[in-house]
């Protein structure tokens, strides 16, 4: 049953990228409502899905196929708010085949791999991976609004004013939109450290432990706040902070997929 909501899911949101995709070709507001209800479709399926899943594990679940159906899950779910409140469904066409990519391994994993060692014992736990799930999903969002920020960059320094460019949004819609997602995927990366030292300082081996997990998401951590003290303090804007945004976003997702390799802890157990 899972696994079928899961199946429907993934479809319902690879025909909705092929719609986006469309979009960029003909902006056509029909697409547009297409795309919305297929992703807000496939999102009701899904979360289905994962209350299933949590219901029956009796936790959150926290397996490799789990934790890629959930960024999914959450990745759409970032877009689709950001798309009601600002009519910019052309960023389904970045946002919905990363989400695809991401959802298809959970489906073909079937919750069978590498689960993380949850300590039954610490009711919080779930709320702090739950945090970590969400920051990692804003920084997809935010790496691929810093890929459209590049791309209309390239097109506006090179005056050549095509497709991109008249179909994207404004340097500086992109630079804000990707300012707010930075911001509050640090504090959620913020909080998922605080709460990560906390367990970490009730398990045996100590509060802090020099594994590859935990250094990983502690330099994504400052990558994303040099970020922002640099936007705040240095004025940066546009290019140089969308290069740190994808750089700090693939080490904390290396530090994810590290999180279910025989490695030894970090920050999202």
């Known amino acids: 049953m899972t696994h079928s909501l899961l199946s429907i899911a993934c479809h319902a949101y690879g025909l909705a990228a092929l719609v986006y995709l469309a979009l960029l070709v003909r902006p056509v507001e029909a697409l547009a409502w297409a795309g919305r209800l297929m ?28 934790g890629f159906s959930t960024v999914a899950f959450l990745s759409l779910a970032i877009f689709l708010a950001l798309d009601v409140a600002y009519r910019r469904p052309v960023l389904g066409a970045f946002v919905t085949p990363l989400a695809v990519a991401v959802l298809v391994p959970g489906v073909l994993l079937r919750g069978g791999s590498s689960p993380l060692d949850v300590d039954g014992r610490q009711p919080l736990l779930p709320v702090h991976v739950s945090v970590a799930l969400l920051g990692l999903a804003a ?115 290396l530090s994810f997929l590290s999180s279910y390799a025989p490695l030894g802890g970090g920050a999202f157990r």
């Open 39 to 66: 992703v807000g479709g496939g999102l009701l399926l899904h979360g289905v899905a994962l209350a299933f899943l949590w219901t029956d594990q009796g936790s959150l679940p926290v397996g490799m196929a789990q």
């Open 139 to 253: 920084f997809a969002v935010a790496a691929m609004v810093a890929a459209m920020y590049l791309l209309m960059e390239r097109q506006v320094k090179g005056k050549k004013f095509g497709l991109l460019f008249a179909r994207l949004p404004s340097l500086q819609f992109l630079d804000e939109l990707h300012r707010k997602l930075v911001l509050w995927g640090f504090l959620a990366l913020s909080l998922t450290l605080v709460s990560g030292a906390f367990f970490a300082s009730r398990s045996p081996g100590g509060l802090w432990q020099w594994e590859w997990k935990t250094v990983a998401t502690l330099v994504a951590w400052v990558v994303f706040g040099t970020t922002l003290q640099a936007r705040m303090f240095g004025g940066w804007r546009g290019r140089r902070v969308a290069l740190l945004t994808m750089a700090g976003f693939g080490i904390l997702l």
